[in-house]
């Protein structure tokens, strides 16, 4: 199985085409909200490959976003199925980081999304700021590995007063004096050009 690479932004649209056209096919319609490396790929910020797209929940017809505890059975076969006709992991659309809705997205989460439409199925793409709040989640989870996470957010270009709010919202997840002191570290290595000793 491959992971979505090769030209990502490209083959991610392929796979989301394919995956709308199946379920316009079959009488279904979704709306997800995506995070995570494939966003970046599909906004343009990132040309680096990414092994799959990360859905944080669905979103309502009323503008809000639902926690999703399970793809829908209709949902989950068809990505199953575009997997297969592409050679992709079948988990390649997942619910991994669904788990950050449960201590809450950061505020304005939904005003900042945008749309793309294949055929039935909706994507909602996650705003700028709320990907820095979740990338620099990330990287200091995995402090002080300098991997994609922390590339990713060098490519978004925070500004100091965008870092300062994320790094707020990043507590509210995890309070814990450890995750404080990566966090630290972190911001002082984006703001002022730290190093890994940090």
């Not at 995506?34 to 990414?50: D, E, M």
């Not at 997840?173 to 995750?179: C, E, N, R, V, W």
Request: aromatic share 8%; proline share 5%.
């Amino acid at each position: 199985m491959s992971t979505l690479d090769h030209h990502a932004p490209s083959q991610i649209e392929e796979a989301l085409t394919a995956l709308g056209e199946t379920l316009e096919q079959r009488g279904h319609s979704y709306e997800l909200v995506l995070v995570g490396g494939a966003n970046l790929a599909l906004q343009g910020v990132i040309a680096r490959p990414t092994k799959d797209g990360d859905i944080v929940g669905e979103r309502l017809a009323s503008g809000r976003v639902a926690k999703l505890d399970a793809m829908p059975e209709p949902l989950a076969r068809a990505i199953t199925d575009v997997a297969s006709a592409f050679g992709l992991d079948e988990g390649w659309l997942n619910l991994d980081p669904a788990s950050l809705m449960d201590l809450g997205l950061p505020s304005g989460f939904e005003s900042r999304l945008t749309s793309r439409r294949y055929g039935t199925l909706t994507i909602w793409l996650a705003g700028r700021f709320d990907m820095i709040c979740f990338k620099l989640y990330a990287a200091v989870d995995h402090w002080p590995t300098r991997g994609r996470h922390w590339q990713d957010l060098i490519a978004l270009e925070a500004e100091p007063l965008e870092i300062e709010r994320a790094a707020a919202w990043c507590q509210t997840h995890d309070p814990s004096h450890a995750f404080r002191d990566s966090l630290d570290a972190v911001v002082r290595a984006l703001t002022f050009g730290g190093s890994h000793e940090e």
